[in-house]
């Protein structure tokens, strides 16, 4: 049973996502990422952070906000004040290299937000012509 008929059973049994998203906050899906970049220590996640910011909405204050797998509890409310309320148009994401690892976080990302919603980008960026799934 799929999220939209355990909600058409029983509104009770919605996930907080999908009853904060019915509250008539348009913003509430609107100012969640689409992407996240993901990769293990030392992948060049800080390098892609770099190169995104400024051409795509990333966290104000932090480069982790570390939501889905440390602060999840927190609520959405404490993730969208790390993102501005204007996004111009361009698309919204987080560098979150600890997700990578993390079982917790990737079942809060797919239990809460839409999988047409949300793409992952896994970093492996060679440095000084190594990579390790070359040889």
């Known amino acids: 049973m799929d999220a939209s008929q355990r909600a058409a059973e029983d509104p009770r049994k919605r996930s907080w996502f999908e009853r904060i998203s019915a509250r008539g906050r348009q913003s509430a899906i609107e100012d969640l990422p689409e992407f996240f970049v993901i990769g293990p220590p030392r ?16 966290p104000r204050t932090t ?5 889905f797998d440390t602060h999840f509890y927190r609520g959405l409310d404490w993730y969208q004040a790390h993102y501005p309320r204007k ?3 361009r698309r919204i994401g987080e560098v ?10 990737l079942a809060n990302v797919s239990r809460n937000l839409s999988p047409p919603l949300v793409s ?3 970093s492996a960026i ?7 799934f070359t040889g």
């Not at 060679?126 to 390790?132: A, D, E, L």
């Open 43 to 58: 992948t060049g996640t800080s390098w892609l952070y770099e190169m995104l910011r400024g051409r795509v909405i990333l």
């Open 63 to 67: 480069k982790e906000t570390r939501f």
């Open 87 to 89: 996004t111009d148009g």
């Open 96 to 105: 979150a290299p600890t997700y990578f690892a993390s079982v917790e976080a």
């Open 120 to 122: 992952f980008a896994s």
């Open 126 to 132: 060679p440095w000084n012509g190594f990579s390790p």
